[in-house]
Nanobody, 120 residues
Framework: VQLQASGGGLVQAGGSLRLSCSASGTIFSIAGMGWYRQSPGNPRELVAS???????RYEDSVKGRFAISRDDNKKTVYLQMNSLKPEDTAVYYCNADVRISGLKKWYPYWGQGTLVTVSS
C-alpha cells in the first residue's frame, strides 16, 4: 500500500492550496483518513481528519479555513486550505487506516509529505 501526496507549494498569505493524497495497492477498505503537519522544531500535529462516515475534525487554528474531504471511489483524501497564514508553513503528511485484502487488521499508512510554504 502506498499513499501519494501532492499539491504543496509556495503561496502568499491569504492564498489557497488544495492537497491531495491517493492510496494504491491491494486495499480492501479504508477507515479514517487525515492530514498532519510538521514544522521545524515542532512535533507532528493533526490538522484534520475524516472518518469513513465523513465525520470531520479540525485543529482549532485551521477551523473555518481548511476543509477535508474524501472520495472513496478514488481512494483519495483532500485538504482545501484557504486564507493561508505564514504559520501554516510546514510539511503536510496524509495518513490512512487501511485494511489490506485478505487480512483482518487495520494498519496506519503515511504519505511521503508535501511542503507548504506561505510567505508574508
Amino acid at each position: 500500500v502506498q499513499l501519494q501526496a501532492s499539491g504543496g507549494g509556495l503561496v502568499q498569505a491569504g492564498g489557497s492550496l488544495r492537497l491531495s493524497c491517493s492510496a494504491s495497492g491491494t486495499i480492501f477498505s479504508i477507515a479514517g483518513m487525515g492530514w498532519y503537519r510538521q514544522s521545524p522544531g515542532n512535533p507532528r500535529e493533526l490538522v484534520a481528519s475524516i472518518s469513513s462516515t465523513a465525520s470531520t475534525r479540525y485543529e482549532d487554528s485551521v477551523k473555518g479555513r481548511f476543509a477535508i474531504s474524501r472520495d472513496d471511489n478514488k481512494k483519495t483524501v483532500y485538504l482545501q486550505m484557504n486564507s493561508l497564514k505564514p504559520e501554516d508553513t510546514a510539511v503536510y503528511y496524509c495518513n490512512a487506516d487501511v485494511r489490506i485484502s485478505g487480512l483482518k487488521k487495520w494498519y496506519p499508512y503515511w504519505g511521503q509529505g508535501t511542503l507548504v510554504t506561505v510567505s508574508s
